[in-house]
């Protein structure tokens, strides 16, 4: 007889993004932009992310010591955001942190292996922005007075 498993109700309908540790994000960025044709939808401190079709791939530094080329997290798109920290931890999936933005809300998973994963919520799910945007070149940031 065939073991019956739980019923595992977090609403998946798809992937959110991917996203990548690579060394040197700037070498990155120009070989998926100017060879594979993706446009940089957003870019902060430490990541960037491209979009495909309707599909976005990060790209964030590799700290030191880091293995890279790798996978850093894998993001899956959930349908509804309330009660989902309930339904993850009824699955015993262990819960790494919460993050919320404007555009979306985040769960955190320890998955097999090592394997970090996100499940995101967007009210809108064709935004996919930056939180923190870089400043175009040449556009130095304000200093902050009140340091």
């Given at each position: ?27 990155a960025r120009r ?15 430490d990541h960037t ?89 040449g556009l130095v ?7």
């Open positions: 007889m065939p073991v019956k498993t739980p019923p595992r109700e977090f609403g998946l309908v798809g992937f959110d993004h991917v996203e990548l540790k690579v060394r040197n994000r700037d070498k070989f998926f932009v100017e060879q594979m044709g993706m446009d940089v939808i957003g870019e902060g401190d992310f491209l979009l495909f079709g309707d599909q976005v791939l990060g790209l964030k530094d590799a700290k030191d010591g880091d293995a890279t080329g790798g996978v850093d997290h894998i993001a899956l798109r959930v349908s509804e955001w309330t009660g989902l920290r309930n339904r993850v931890a009824r699955a015993r999936v262990t819960i790494t942190g919460e993050k919320e933005r404007n555009e979306s809300r985040s769960l955190f998973l320890r998955g097999p292996e090592g394997l970090r994963l996100e499940l995101v919520w967007r009210p809108d799910p064709s935004a996919h922005s930056c939180e923190h945007p870089r400043p175009p070149p940031a304000p200093a902050d007075d009140d340091e």
